[in-house]
Every structure is written in C-alpha cells, then in structure tokens.
C-alpha cells in the first residue's frame, strides 16, 4: 500500500517561496497521477495542482505562474515550488495519490484515494 509524507512547510513572509515534498513509501508511485491539495480552517479543500506519470500537469488559476509541481520518480517524490506566496496562500497541504481514473480533467479531491497527513503553511504580511 501506498504512503505518503509531506515535509517543508513553515512560515514565510509574503512574496516569499517554499519548497514542500512528498515522500512516498510502499506501492508503486511512478504511474500514479500525484496531486497537491491545500485547506484553511472553515474552507474547502482546494486542488492546488497536479502532476501525471507523462509529467503533464494541471494547475489552479489561484497559483498559476507562482507554483511549480514536479516528481522524481526515482526518490519516489512529489515536489511543489511555490514562490510569489500570499497570505491567502495559508492552510495545510496535502499531497495524494490518484485512485486509478487518470489525471484528466479539473483537480478533484475525489479521484484520489492516498493521502498524506499534510504540512502547514503561513504566509504573513
């Protein structure tokens, strides 16, 4: 079985960047569509982006041109770069691993099945 641990996340001023990975442990990693999800307290989880084993990826428009998702299927780890940060970029993330139905398509915390225990990240002004 898949598992999956995140690390990297902090408190940085705005404007400033972060780096998260995601370590994964156990199944078979490199074929599955991997994904970043972030919540803040009284929101919904929001697909931050998504990465598949062709290496195409999906971003929100809330991070477009600010985050970077990447992989390194042979360190079994999912990466995201996140620069330019905002306040409004605050919660916890979480990294996940798709259930099987592809990547295709919006970011939806339905089609993953794996997920991590996330890492918190503030940005303050």
């Known amino acids: 079985q898949l598992r999956l641990a995140e690390s990297g996340g902090g408190s940085v001023e705005a404007g400033g960047s972060l780096r998260l990975s995601c370590g994964a442990s156990?199944?078979?990693?490199?074929?599955?569509?991997m994904a970043w999800f972030r919540q803040s307290p009284g929101q919904k989880r929001e697909g931050v982006a998504k990465i598949d084993k062709f290496l195409r990826t999906t971003f929100a428009d809330s991070v477009k041109g600010r985050f970077t998702i990447s992989r390194d299927n042979t360190k079994k780890t999912l990466y995201l770069q996140m620069n330019s940060l905002k306040p409004d970029d605050t919660g916890m993330y979480y990294c996940a691993a798709d259930r099987g139905s592809g990547c295709a398509g919006d970011i939806r915390d339905t089609d993953f099945d794996v997920w991590g225990t996330g890492t918190q990240v503030t940005v303050f002004s």
């Open positions: 156990g199944a078979a990693f490199n074929s599955r569509c």
